[in-house]
């Protein structure tokens, strides 16, 4: 059976083609109704695989993830819209929106918990920066992507220069799903 993603050398960790291979297809049954409903929009956005030797490449199974995230956020909306309509799931992610904004309010290298000492997190400039563009989006519609939210890369930084990342990555996720839900 060939894969749809690509491989990495022998001597470099990709993701692991057993976990990929597995969530796919269930992702797949899934979508076309033949598995369980129990696989979201966020569940896509949040998985994770190991690592192993020669996996698969992190860009070709990353870029199949963003696509059938976008695909599973079409249908969990089109199935909104149908049962409580267009005006509902705006006003849904208005109120996920809201739920964003007191964060971004609060001033630079203090939006998130800082790294414990002598642990790496990241770079509050650069997760700073992110927060301003979507500062900019909410109050002045200027434009960022879902896809870029979701594909932002910070430096890394120790201790009192970094944010711990569990709390950026979770306010990451779901400002990718607000963007996500309107794009």
């Known amino acids: 059976m060939s894969s749809m993603f690509t491989t990495v050398s022998r001597f470099r960790s990709g993701y692991s083609p057993e976990e990929v291979d597995a ?5 797949r049954a899934v979508y076309e109704g033949g598995g369980p409903a129990s696989l979201t ?3 896509v956005r949040e998985v994770a695989f190991a690592l192993v030797q020669g996996g698969y490449s992190w860009d070709s199974v990353d870029s199949a993830l963003d696509r059938l ?5 079409a249908r969990e909306r089109a199935e909104f819209v149908a049962r409580q309509g267009q005006e509902a799931w705006m006003a849904r992610m208005a109120e996920l929106a809201r739920s964003l904004y007191p964060r971004l309010t609060r001033g630079d290298g203090k939006r998130f918990a800082a790294a414990e ?4 997190g990241y770079a509050k400039d650069d997760v700073d920066a992110l927060c ?8 002045k519609g200027q434009p960022i992507s879902s896809k870029e939210v979701r594909s932002a890369a910070f430096r890394r930084r120790r201790g009192s220069a970094a944010y711990a990342e569990a709390s950026v990555d979770a306010f990451l ?3 990718t799903e607000v963007l996500l839900g309107v794009e």
């Open 117 to 120: 000492a002598f642990r790496s």
């Open 132 to 139: 301003h563009r979507l500062i900019a989006y909410f109050d």
């Open 173 to 175: 996720s779901r400002a």
């Open 23 to 27: 969530f796919f297809a269930e992702a």
């Open 69 to 73: 995230e976008a695909a599973f956020v």
């Open 41 to 43: 929009a966020k569940d």
